[in-house]
């Protein structure tokens, strides 16, 4: 399976490590997980964005290893953040958990069900 990021002409540019699409060509397998949140597993959040973030990619890892799938399958992120000054360390969060790499990426500023929670990530996944 061949994945091409793509820039589009005439477009703005992408910045901050997304890109404006990817094109996946054939894959076998797809992997789409629920929103993912900074929690332990007796459902409490930790207790800054930081951390949260970092639970939040350890569990997207063990979701993705438990379906034989790594970080570097991902191919989409829907990340929804409680408030929009998390966004730096939203993209720091990123570009670390897949070494720099771009992939497509919508951020919304939500209110998440739960005050404590302070940001949810979705993944698409594709083989």
Excluded at 112 to 124: G, K
């Amino acid at each position: 399976m061949l994945q091409s990021t793509e820039n589009v002409d005439g477009i703005y540019p992408s910045t901050g490590g997304y890109a404006h699409s990817m094109l996946i060509d054939a894959p076998s397998r797809w992997l789409v997980t629920s929103g993912t949140m900074g929690l332990d597993c007796d459902w409490n959040a930790l207790p800054t964005i930081d951390a949260q973030l970092d639970a939040i990619w350890t569990n997207i890892d063990a979701i993705l290893s438990a379906n034989a799938f790594s970080l570097s399958d991902i191919v989409h992120l829907n990340c929804m953040l409680a408030d929009p000054s998390y966004s730096k360390a939203n993209a720091a969060a990123i570009r670390s958990a897949l070494n720099g790499r771009a992939v497509p990426r919508t951020v919304f500023c939500v209110q998440l069900l739960d005050q404590s929670w302070l940001a949810e990530i979705q993944v698409t996944a594709a083989q």
